[in-house]
């Protein structure tokens, strides 16, 4: 018999359906048993009678029976068992427990636990958001003339120099993980125009903060012939709204289960960084360097949704000293670089890059590095690059802004933080 | 002007049309030049009269032109240039000269070269027929109820031992590449039950042949609640029909570029083990082993295409020997393991996986291994996993059979070998 899902039975009452999922928790009346049974859609209610032994909580189970209408029960349905069947029975009792997930207590625990803990309806509900807002970003980039590209993540040395890089033994020789795709997909502009790249990247940061991982999804785009970095902007608007729609429309049930507040998507402002500097100071009355740091990008947040109702802010014109050397230079100090703020988060960074070897050459002498060190990287513009720019988004920071996680691991299935290899 | 791409222009006869993309090619007549520009979707002829000067091949530019039909020219359409300009010049002649590529010869060269080779029509064009292929690998999934997970690459232990595995320094551990995700989709079938994964491996295999890559793409696939591995190979013969039908359709000019010859996939039978062996030895003369090498594998693959006009072959009911510890036995030395052989290349591995602890337990002893070295692969087990199964798929593989590459590094933009890191 073909199988029905936990969501689905309100339209077979009366029907004999097959249900296939978890025993997520079972109570005992004397006479009558209720088991809940969750899959992957959701949880439903089982009547038992005495005939059936009730394993341990987590047992993977086959259940038949006829679907009834219980205005007790959650959701209005239940199903009455005639037949039910162990695929494998839990060994041991669940080190978590799993239907009380309280998420926001005890972290470690959750984590360390973490190939059961995810099993909560809550604790996974984050990741089936994060795979929809994935979806969004290569449809929507897909249907603008983007291609995909799978870039090396064990390369010979790092695209910002040689901080925060993990080493490998590389055979003979020492290579690193990736920090960013950034030279490769800067080659990919001259070979595909519009590309982009969904796959981890390796910062080796000693941080360990709510916001932070040492491994993360990182969702990365470049674009060629553009006039500026307002044509990046735009593009990111636009696919924002397309991502966050896709997650609107294709995980509907998680994010109603997780109360998930919808961000303001029809202005996302661009404040030049000298304002947004001049609004710290003066009216948030914090003083700030060329780089604004955490507690300063939360304070802007606030400040733009109070002021202005919007939960995202593009920082645009950044200065030369708060961006890397191959940020493109207005020629006043300032840059094409900009960074994308939600609701107080950076969860972009981005801007129009140099396209000229001269200019190239010269913004790395500029910062003090020895154009010789990154040979490699300026070989390919020696070959006529177009004006070209592009971002990426922290996946992880996007969903736990949007979903309003306490913590960015929760973000991620298996989090690595500064102390954290396993599960 | 909004751009009008190199493959649009005979619906603009007669119209002024600007044009952006890369000198691909020039030559001067004396009263005229003509030069070809080459943007993502193709190449196309300007007529440049000599006013303007043109510079190295690969300078990125802009033309504002009339498309004119001449029968004389690539595809039957010209533009005559009214305005011309360069964004970047090329400094330098590209080492490699991108309009006569001739890829089959001279492989170090164009690796070596690689982010310029990359620009050449037929060099790009498997990448594109790629990324299509994974396009159909996710959309065809999504429409299966597979939810999109991301593990970790940085792992404090290898999914098959501790063979062919990259070392991490990871701040004061020894941490390792992942060589599978294979723990990790089995967890996340305890989550999501239907889950999928595009993303890079690592394997630290000293091989240097035509099929081998230390870091490739790997697309994984494992279901949970299935009957047998007959369920496994039910979806991805599907699959594999999803992913060509995608890449015929979305990549038609590359594949037409290529003149890829489409296999049949009607028919993908699946052959056991043990008939299999037998075809070798008494039909091919080819004794063999439990495991079949490359030799064997492209003698079954031509025996298949020739008795029964099949590309693809399922290899199913792998031994014991062959297989991995965690290989659903069927208790008479053989497993429910299977390979894909397309064109004679494995390009899939596969199964039905043990689901219950303590037979995992057995297989681990019977196999020489101490249950204890697996304490963190075996945790999961004692929560209730239901039957379940998978496989991977090497995206380069297929695309090199797909295609017809002679070495499937040119199925990866930046390819990492035994003796490659660069670019």
Redesign the interface.
């Known amino acids: 018999m073909s199988?029905t899902l936990a969501s689905q039975i309100a339209a077979h009452v009366g029907q004999t359906v097959t249900l296939?999922g978890?025993?997520h928790w079972k109570r005992d009346l004397g006479g009558i048993q209720f088991a809940l049974l969750r899959?992957?859609s959701g949880i439903v209610q089982v009547v038992v009678d005495k005939r059936f032994e009730l394993?341990?909580a987590?047992?993977?189970?086959?259940v038949v029976g006829e679907v009834v209408a219980n205005a007790k029960a959650p959701g209005g349905y239940e199903v009455v068992a005639q037949e039910i069947e162990?695929?494998?029975?839990?060994?041991?009792p669940?080190p978590i427990e799993i239907p009380k997930e309280e998420w926001r207590v005890n972290p470690e625990t959750l984590l360390e636990y973490r190939?059961?803990s995810?099993?909560g309806e809550k604790a996974?509900a984050p990741?089936?958001i994060?795979?929809a807002l994935?979806?969004g970003f290569?449809s929507y980039l897909?249907s603008q003339?983007f291609?995909?590209?799978?870039?090396?993540?064990?390369?010979?040395a790092g695209a910002e120099g040689g901080s925060n890089l993990?080493?490998?033994?590389?055979?003979e020789?020492r290579?690193y993980?990736a920090q960013s795709p950034q030279l490769?997909k800067q080659?990919?502009v001259?070979?595909?125009?519009?590309v982009y790249e969904?796959?981890?990247v390796?910062r080796?940061e000693q941080h360990a903060t709510s916001r932070h991982l040492?491994?993360y999804?990182s969702l990365d785009v470049e674009m060629?012939?553009i006039e500026s970095e307002q044509d990046v902007m735009d593009l990111e608007e636009e696919l924002i709204r397309a991502m966050l729609d896709e997650a609107r429309h294709t995980a509907a049930p998680e994010c109603e289960l997780l109360g998930v507040e919808w961000p303001n998507l029809a202005e996302m402002p661009r404040l030049e960084h000298p304002e947004a500097r001049r609004i710290l100071r003066e009216e948030l009355g914090m003083p700030v360097g060329a780089d604004f740091n955490e507690e300063a990008e939360r304070a802007l947040g606030a400040w733009a949704k109070e002021k202005w109702g919007v939960d995202f802010l593009f920082i645009s014109k950044y200065p030369e000293s708060a961006r890397p050397f191959y940020a493109y230079p207005e020629g006043d100090g300032s840059t094409r670089g900009f960074d994308l703020l939600f609701r107080g988060l950076e969860i972009t960074s981005g801007g129009q890059r140099i396209?000229?070897?001269e200019v190239l050459v010269e913004q790395l002498k500029k910062k003090g590095n020895d154009p010789a060190h990154f040979a490699?990287y300026l070989?390919?513009?020696?070959?006529?690059?177009?004006?070209h720019g592009g971002f990426a988004i922290g996946?992880e920071r996007l969903t736990q802004k949007l979903v309003g996680l306490p913590n960015v691991r929760y973000a991620?299935?298996?989090?690595?933080d500064?102390h954290r290899?396993?599960?």
């Open positions: 199988r296939q978890f025993l899959d992957r394993p341990l987590e047992s993977s189970m086959r162990f695929y494998a029975k839990a060994s041991e669940s190939y059961v995810l099993r996974r990741l089936k994060q795979a994935v979806r290569r897909d003339g291609t995909e590209i799978f870039t090396p993540k064990i390369v010979s993990f080493g490998i033994d590389y055979f020789h290579a993980l490769y080659i990919m001259g070979v595909f125009e519009r969904v796959a981890p390796f080796a040492n491994e999804l060629g012939f396209h000229q070897y490699g070989e390919v513009f020696k070959y006529g690059m177009p004006p996946a991620r299935a298996f989090p690595r500064r290899l396993t599960p």
